[in-house]
């Protein structure tokens, strides 16, 4: 059970950026950059999480289509958020330094979109595997 604990942490620490994200809509002006970027920390914790439970250990990449890639090993079901996940991998990077990457409102909210329903998924798929053993 010692994956299960692990796992949990990385979904914990998933659940904090996804709430640290949506507390930064009230920010003026609002930094879509900075929520974009939690969105998609959100996401590659909760798939790191799921690996961790599944025995793997993740790599040390904030690209979520391999992290994808590699829980669809484990679960053909995966490939439902494959496009949330390649929507969100550009901000794992961009919004940490200063660049050219402009994002407008309907980014943000896409990008909150796409983190909560990696997070509705994966939540799913954990309890699946819970209640198995």
């Known amino acids: 059970m010692d994956n299960l604990i692990s796992s949990k942490e990385w979904q914990k620490l998933a ?8 507390y930064l809509l009230d920010m ?4 879509f950059e ?3 970027y939690h969105c998609q920390q959100s996401a590659e914790k909760y798939l790191k999480g799921y690996l961790v439970l599944h025995g793997m250990n993740p790599p040390k990449t904030h690209d979520l289509n391999q992290l994808q890639v590699l829980c669809s090993s484990i679960s053909d079901n995966f490939v439902e958020i494959a496009d949330q996940c390649s929507d969100l991998t550009a901000y794992g990077i ?3 330094y200063p660049t050219q990457l402009v994002l407008e409102e309907r980014d943000m909210q896409e990008a909150l979109v796409s983190a909560k329903s990696n997070s509705d998924f994966i939540i799913i798929m954990i309890g699946q595997r819970i209640t198995k053993e």
């Open 94 to 96: 961009q919004p940490r």
């Open 34 to 36: 900075i929520i974009c």
């Open 15 to 22: 659940e904090m950026d996804l709430m640290s994200a949506e």
């Open 28 to 31: 003026r002006p609002v930094p």
